[in-house]
């Protein structure tokens, strides 16, 4: 789903690596991506992830602090793993 889409913008399922020309040029090559999903995660996630952009979210700022130290953990874990 697109990061428009607020309810599913830090779905850690709703995040990949792309290339310039398919992310920015072809629209993430969604279809694609929700098949690849679909392998990847058990059939239907793709769907699933498409209902749940649909839905209003509106996260707090407790929710955004928490995602925030969470994910700079990851972060800083990969740098650790890779030696930057």
Do not use: P
């Amino acid at each position: 789903m697109s990061r428009a889409c607020m309810s599913t913008r830090w779905h850690e399922q709703n995040v990949q690596f792309q290339c310039k020309r398919c992310n920015g040029f072809r629209s993430g090559e969604q279809y694609l991506y929700s098949i690849r999903l679909d392998q990847d995660h058990g059939e239907g996630t793709a769907e699933k992830l498409l209902r749940t952009s649909k839905q209003t979210r509106k996260f707090s700022r407790d929710e955004l602090e928490s995602m925030y130290h969470h994910y700079k953990r990851l972060v800083n874990e990969l740098r650790s793993t890779k030696g930057l």
